[in-house]
């Protein structure tokens, strides 16, 4: 025999929540790094609860599958049709014909409830021995909420869905939350004589309370601290309310712990996030998934950090990062691009436009500007050079490349994997290297410059530049410098490569 389950969970998460105008269930809409079934099933967590049951209906596959990633011992029922809430705790409980104790039941639509609110909820309704308790909230504006009816001395007397109400109880500011605690034997028999007799013609799960008044149960109310934590959404305008009551909740509770937010409003922490003491957050910042801001970073304005690691002291101005890291005291941006498996070693730098994915820069390495770094191994101390590409993709295979410690990249210059430059190599301007460059070698591949003089007097005869030279090449001969004889050709040759070894003419830092 099954043994007896002393507290079962139940999430309603079946409706449609037709108002949101949505291909995607309304208990799937993302806040702050979690969806709002999430975000219920995190506030139950502390419970400990035997089983969780959540009702799926709308969008059921859809929700399962989340459920897999989320809470995979968490039972999944189906409400085929939605025939009101009381019928959804009867399915459920069915799924569960073992459970026993304490029977909670959450909407799935509550994102701000706190695990302390819970718990305290059923506190109150084991300590009392009641039949059933449900959390009220004292709102400004109770409209489109149950109400709580009290009777002359205080108790709950019933639970009025607001289209069933009278007038005088629709002007009653205490709501019910949509959170109850259930003994379960007793929820049990109450719901099998739910009635379908109301405006919507379904079960309310709210009708249990009447029942049980009625049958002399005791039942309980237990108000909630904040009014906000109640809240729920029916559309979009709603959500988007509620995420700005957590982000509000959120940034206090980071800068309350030593962290700097210098803009509280236009900075966005999901509640998976982590931010180390003595960080900075500047202002239009997100930081989203996993990502984790180590002590004394400086991370803004103006980035947008998705499951990235920045370590102690280092600083990310203007950029995006998917699933990277930045090593302590590295720096990055602005408008750098770190895409996933980025790691950015101590103090290594990655500046303006570049972007790196798959990579690694190692301690002390810099790549300061106007680049794309993919599939590559940087070592130590290199020094990358402006509009320098790593050109890894064939257009069938990826392949990697590797630059050794202190080796020195010049501007300009394509390194076509697989290749490999060593040690303290140096790679000049402008070089297309295609095979490896040994330690300490200078690899070149450039072509010998020609100047061809009066090119331009002939081929672009009338032109401005033709004008100009005209103008250069009579101002030198007046003043008695040499002047090109027409047609003349001068070329380069071992110059080129004796110049390329300059470091003005490989690289910029």
Not at 91 to 114: C, F, K, Q, S, Y
Not at 280 to 303: F, K, S, Y
Not at 476 to 484: K, N
């Given at each position: 025999?099954?043994?007896p389950?002393?507290?079962?969970?139940?999430?309603?998460?079946?409706?449609?929540?037709?108002?949101?105008?949505?291909?995607?269930?309304?208990v799937?809409?993302?806040?702050?790094?979690?969806?709002?079934?999430?975000?219920?099933?995190?506030?139950?967590a502390?419970?400990?609860?035997?089983?969780?049951?959540?009702?799926?209906?709308?969008g059921?596959?859809?929700?399962?599958?989340?459920?897999?990633e989320?809470?995979?011992?968490?039972?999944?029922?189906?409400?085929?049709q939605?025939?009101?809430?009381?019928?959804?705790?009867?399915?459920?409980?069915?799924?569960?014909?073992?459970?026993?104790?304490?029977?909670?039941?959450?909407?799935?639509?509550?994102?701000?409830?706190?695990?302390?609110?819970?718990?305290?909820?059923?506190?109150?309704?084991?300590?009392?021995?009641?039949?059933?308790?449900?959390?009220?909230?004292?709102?400004?504006?109770?409209?489109?909420?149950?109400?709580?009816?009290?009777?002359?001395?205080?108790?709950?007397e019933?639970?009025?869905?607001?289209?069933?109400?009278?007038?005088?109880q629709?002007?009653?500011?205490?709501?019910?939350?949509?959170?109850?605690?259930?003994?379960?034997?007793?929820?049990?028999?109450?719901?099998?004589?739910?009635?379908?007799?109301?405006?919507?013609?379904?079960?309310?799960?709210?009708d249990?309370?009447?029942?049980l008044?009625?049958?002399?149960?005791?039942?309980?109310v237990?108000?909630?601290a904040?009014h906000v934590?109640?809240?729920?959404?029916?559309?979009?305008?709603?959500?988007a309310?509620?995420?700005?009551?957590?982000?509000?909740?959120?940034n206090?509770?980071?800068?309350?712990?030593?962290?700097?937010?210098?803009?509280?409003?236009?900075?966005?922490?999901?509640?998976t996030?982590?931010?180390?003491?003595?960080?900075?957050?500047?202002?239009?910042?997100?930081?989203?998934?996993?990502?984790?801001?180590?002590?004394?970073?400086?991370v803004?304005?103006?980035?947008?950090?998705?499951?990235?690691v920045?370590g102690?002291?280092?600083?990310?101005?203007r950029?995006h990062?998917v699933?990277?890291?930045?090593?302590?005291?590295?720096?990055?941006?602005?408008?750098?691009?770190?895409?996933?498996?980025?790691?950015?070693?101590?103090?290594?730098?990655v500046g303006?436009?570049?972007?790196?994915?798959?990579?690694e820069?190692?301690?002390?390495?810099?790549?300061?500007?106007?680049?794309y770094?993919?599939?590559?191994?940087?070592?130590?101390?290199?020094?990358?050079g402006?509009?320098?590409?790593?050109?890894?993709?064939?257009?069938?295979?990826?392949?990697?490349?590797?630059?050794?410690?202190a080796?020195?990249?010049?501007?300009?210059?394509?390194?076509?994997?697989?290749?490999?430059?060593?040690?303290?190599?140096?790679?000049?301007?402008?070089?297309?290297?295609?095979?490896?460059?040994?330690?300490?070698?200078?690899?070149?591949?450039?072509?010998?410059?020609?100047s061809?003089d009066?090119?331009?007097?002939?081929?672009r005869?009338?032109?401005?530049?033709?004008a100009?030279?005209?103008?250069?090449?009579?101002?030198?001969?007046?003043?008695?410098g040499?002047?090109?004889?027409?047609?003349?050709?001068?070329?380069?040759?071992?110059?080129?490569?004796?110049?390329?070894?300059?470091?003005?003419?490989?690289?910029?830092?």
């Amino acid at each position: 025999m099954p043994q007896p389950h002393l507290r079962t969970v139940v999430v309603l998460a079946a409706g449609e929540g037709k108002r949101m105008k949505s291909a995607l269930p309304k208990v799937l809409h993302p806040l702050l790094g979690r969806t709002l079934l999430g975000h219920v099933l995190t506030a139950a967590a502390p419970l400990a609860a035997d089983r969780t049951v959540v009702v799926v209906g709308h969008g059921a596959e859809q929700v399962r599958a989340h459920l897999t990633e989320i809470a995979p011992d968490a039972t999944p029922v189906l409400q085929a049709q939605q025939l009101g809430t009381g019928h959804a705790v009867r399915i459920a409980l069915e799924a569960v014909p073992e459970a026993a104790g304490t029977v909670v039941v959450i909407n799935g639509d509550v994102p701000l409830l706190r695990g302390e609110t819970v718990a305290a909820l059923v506190a109150a309704h084991e300590g009392e021995g009641a039949a059933a308790t449900v959390l009220a909230a004292e709102v400004p504006d109770p409209t489109g909420l149950g109400r709580i009816v009290r009777d002359a001395a205080g108790r709950l007397e019933q639970i009025v869905e607001e289209r069933d109400a009278t007038p005088a109880q629709r002007a009653l500011r205490e709501i019910n939350a949509g959170i109850y605690a259930f003994d379960a034997v007793r929820l049990r028999d109450a719901l099998g004589k739910l009635s379908t007799d109301n405006d919507q013609g379904e079960e309310y799960l709210t009708d249990v309370f009447g029942l049980l008044v009625s049958a002399g149960e005791p039942v309980g109310v237990h108000v909630a601290a904040d009014h906000v934590e109640t809240l729920g959404c029916n559309d979009r305008v709603e959500l988007a309310g509620l995420r700005r009551l957590l982000r509000d909740r959120v940034n206090e509770a980071w800068m309350r712990t030593g962290v700097s937010i210098l803009d509280p409003d236009t900075t966005w922490i999901d509640v998976t996030a982590t931010v180390e003491r003595d960080a900075v957050i500047d202002q239009n910042t997100q930081l989203r998934g996993t990502t984790v801001v180590g002590a004394e970073a400086v991370v803004g304005p103006d980035v947008t950090l998705v499951d990235t690691v920045v370590g102690a002291a280092a600083t990310v101005l203007r950029s995006h990062a998917v699933g990277a890291e930045v090593g302590p005291g590295a720096s990055v941006g602005p408008y750098a691009y770190l895409r996933p498996a980025a790691r950015l070693a101590e103090k290594s730098k990655v500046g303006t436009f570049v972007e790196v994915k798959n990579s690694e820069v190692g301690p002390g390495a810099k790549v300061p500007h106007l680049s794309y770094v993919g599939d590559a191994t940087i070592g130590a101390k290199a020094n990358i050079g402006a509009a320098t590409i790593f050109v890894n993709y064939d257009g069938v295979n990826k392949h990697r490349t590797t630059v050794g410690e202190a080796a020195f990249i010049g501007c300009d210059t394509s390194l076509i994997a697989p290749v490999e430059v060593g040690a303290g190599a140096y790679v000049a301007a402008g070089s297309a290297i295609t095979q490896d460059v040994p330690p300490g070698a200078l690899g070149v591949t450039r072509a010998p410059q020609r100047s061809i003089d009066g090119w331009v007097t002939r081929k672009r005869a009338g032109t401005a530049s033709a004008a100009a030279a005209e103008r250069a090449l009579a101002e030198g001969a007046s003043a008695g410098g040499p002047v090109a004889r027409e047609g003349e050709a001068i070329h380069g040759g071992a110059e080129t490569v004796r110049r390329a070894s300059g470091a003005g003419d490989t690289a910029t830092e």
